[in-house]
């Protein structure tokens, strides 16, 4: 297993960087530059030029993509905006769109397995239709559209603002108060960012159990009298995991892209927001580090599907 990983973790570098090629040259394809969109419109030719400079952006391609690897390696990657390092703007936002994704993986799977095995086990009942469509509304709504209409809705009922991590008047608040609020800010965005998934790790995991408990194992551990938890719950489910965790590998780098609507929408200061930010700035040096990231955390997600199949099902570590 230990010779398996290796060798799929060195297998991640030249696609990363495969990607890193073309992400790099479709940025650059875009219209508009960092430097006219930082500098007067009427600035001297020679401004521009030495600005171009400064930036590199006077060199061809390559050597503008190798000086951009070579910099973020060696952490002397700046932002094109502001001038600071690279690296600690997104260290700097990286703890907000951790706590945001991790509580919205905590919701997928807190709710979307149970819902999977409860439609599963009543298929074709008023309950299981409902939750199907539940879930094709799920996947079908567009999350920046819902995240509009929750913030008029709790602005409405409340009459308390939904934006950003954490009120403005926090000073006066009390520690109780403080995390209250906290929470009040963190659980919208969390729950917008979890519909999705819910709604897809569910479906999966009907069609799963379906397949399962058609087998006649099942049926003999129905016959020596176990419970339906028992049945469903131990031995089923575990058997049915495995086309979920497919869906796992893919579901964390999901969730950071997906963030980066949602941190736009509720302002939430995490790497999405930044992210968004960096795009309208056409700052290519944060650009490029961020969908780097998201590209390593794809690949990574990958090879831990790949190694929970083995703990699923001993059967493939054998």
């Known amino acids: 297993m230990t010779k398996y990983i290796i060798g799929r973790l060195l297998q991640t570098i030249p696609i990363l960087i495969g990607i890193t090629i073309i992400s790099f040259a479709i940025i650059h394809l875009a219209p508009g530059t960092p430097i006219g ?8 030719p020679k401004i521009i030029e030495q600005m171009k400079k400064n930036y590199d952006l006077d060199k061809p391609l390559p050597v503008q993509y190798w000086l951009w ?12 905006k502001d001038g600071k390092p690279v690296l600690k703007k997104i260290a700097e936002r990286l703890p907000a769109t951790l706590l945001l994704n991790l509580v919205a993986m905590l919701i997928i799977f807190s709710l979307a ?27 079908s709504i567009p999350s920046f559209w819902l995240a509009y209409l929750l913030i ?4 409405k009922l409340f009459g308390y603002p939904v934006l950003g991590m954490r009120s403005f008047a926090i000073e006066e608040l009390t520690v109780v108060e403080f995390i209250l609020d906290r929470w ?48 469903y719950y131990k031995h089923a489910l575990r058997n049915a995991l495995l086309p979920i965790v497919t869906i796992f590998g893919f579901l964390i780098p999901g969730l950071i892209s997906g963030s980066v609507i949602i941190e736009t929408v509720f302002a939430w200061p995490g790497i999405g927001r930044l992210a968004y930010q960096a795009v309208l ?3 290519y040096s944060v650009v490029m580090t961020i969908l780097t990231i998201s590209s390593g955390l794809t690949l990574l997600g990958n090879l831990a599907a790949d190694i929970l199949y083995a703990v699923v099902d001993p059967r493939i570590r054998y």
């Open 184 to 231: 009040w800010h963190l659980m919208l965005p969390s729950i917008i960012l979890a519909v999705g998934g819910i709604a897809v790790i569910s479906r999966y995991t009907r069609s799963s159990m379906l397949e399962v408990i058609r087998q006649d194992y099942i049926r003999t551990a129905k016959a020596k009298g176990l419970s339906e938890d028992d049945v």
């Open 37 to 44: 969109l930082t500098l007067n419109p009427k600035a001297s």
């Open 152 to 155: 008029l809705g709790t602005v």
């Open 281 to 283: 700035a056409r700052d």
């Open 113 to 139: 397995i149970p819902l999977g095995v409860f439609s599963a086990v009543r298929r074709y009942s008023f309950l299981d239709n409902l939750c199907t469509f539940g879930a094709y509304l799920g996947i």
């Open 69 to 80: 690897l070579k910099r973020l390696f060696t952490g002397k990657l700046y932002s094109f």
